[in-house]
C-alpha cells in the first residue's frame, strides 16, 4: 500500500523577528514611565513636553522626558509595536549604538521642531505653546524614515488596509503631518513631532552617509596611493631587459 506524501507544514512569520538589545531597553523604559504616570497623573505634565514650561519654566529635561510618556494603553501599544516592527531591522542593520543615537536625534529633533513651531505666529502655535506632547511618536516617526531611505520598495500597509512602498508610504504620511501641522486643531495628535522626526532623521541620515562615504572615499584614495609607491615599477639597466620590470 502505497503511503500518501509528506507535506511541510506551512508556517508564518509576523514582524522582524527576535527583539534586539536596544529595543528591548527602549520598551521597557517606555513601559516604566507608562506605569508610573499612571499611577501618578501629574507626572505627564511633568515629564511632557509643553514648551510654556520650557521657556518659562527652564524645564529642559522635558525634551528628553516626553519620547517615553504615553496617554493611554493604545498610545503605548501602537508606538511600541512599530519601534519593534521597525527598529528591530535597522538595529540589525547599524548596530546598537548608531540606532540609539539615531532614535535620540530623531526624538529630540521633533521636540526641537514642536518647541519652534509654538513660537509662530499662527494660531495652532499658540495651541502648543500651552499645550502638552509626548509620546515615542516623533522617534517612531524618524524610524520610518530610515526605514524608508533603506528598503524603499518593502511594501508597509497604509491604514493597515492595503500595502504601498515604504517609500511612497513615508511621503503620504510626511504630507499628512504637514498639512495637519499648518491646520487648526489637531485632535490631539502631535503632528508638529511627527514631522519633525521625518525631517530630521532624514537630514542626519543624509549628513552621516555623506560624511561617513567622504572619509571611506580620503581613506581608500590615500591607501591606494600607498600601495602605488609601494609596487612601483621601476626600469632599471637596459631598456630591452625584461627582467629589470619584474616586481
Known amino acids: 500500500m502505497r503511503r500518501p506524501p509528506r507535506y511541510a507544514s506551512a508556517s508564518y512569520a509576523f514582524g522582524p523577528g527576535p ?9 521597557w523604559a517606555n513601559v516604566a514611565v507608562y506605569a508610573l504616570t499612571w499611577i501618578f ?63 535620540a536625534v530623531a526624538g529630540l529633533g521633533a521636540a526641537a521642531t514642536t518647541l519652534l513651531w509654538s513660537l509662530l505666529p499662527l494660531d495652532v502655535s499658540t495651541q502648543i505653546y500651552y499645550a502638552v506632547t509626548f509620546g515615542a511618536s516623533g522617534a517612531l516617526y524618524g524610524l520610518l524614515m530610515a526605514f524608508a531611505m533603506y528598503f ?31 491646520g487648526s486643531g489637531g485632535g490631539g495628535v502631535a503632528h508638529t513631532a511627527h514631522l519633525g522626526g521625518l ?12 560624511i561617513v562615504s567622504d572619509v571611506k572615499s580620503r581613506y581608500l584614495r590615500w591607501k591606494m596611493q600607498r600601495l602605488r609607491r609601494r609596487f612601483e615599477v621601476h626600469s632599471g639597466g637596459r631598456r630591452d631587459n625584461w627582467r629589470d620590470r619584474v616586481h
Open 152 to 182: 524603499p520598495a518593502r511594501p508597509l500597509l497604509m491604514f493597515l488596509l492595503f500595502p504601498i512602498p515604504a517609500k511612497y508610504f513615508v511621503l503620504i504620511i510626511g504630507a499628512i503631518a504637514f498639512m495637519a501641522s499648518a
Open 19 to 27: 527583539i534586539t538589545p536596544a529595543v528591548k531597553y527602549l520598551i
Open 41 to 103: 497623573p501629574v507626572l505627564t505634565i511633568v515629564l511632557g513636553l509643553v514648551p510654556q514650561a520650557v521657556f518659562g519654566r527652564v524645564w529642559l529635561w522635558q525634551p528628553v522626558t516626553y519620547m517615553f510618556v504615553h496617554g493611554d494603553l493604545m498610545h503605548i501599544l501602537f508606538n511600541m509595536l512599530g519601534v519593534w516592527m521597525f527598529g528591530v531591522e535597522l538595529e540589525r542593520l547599524w548596530g546598537t549604538r548608531f540606532f540609539l543615537r539615531y532614535y
Open 199 to 210: 525631517v530630521v532623521g532624514y537630514l542626519y541620515l543624509k549628513g552621516s552617509r555623506g
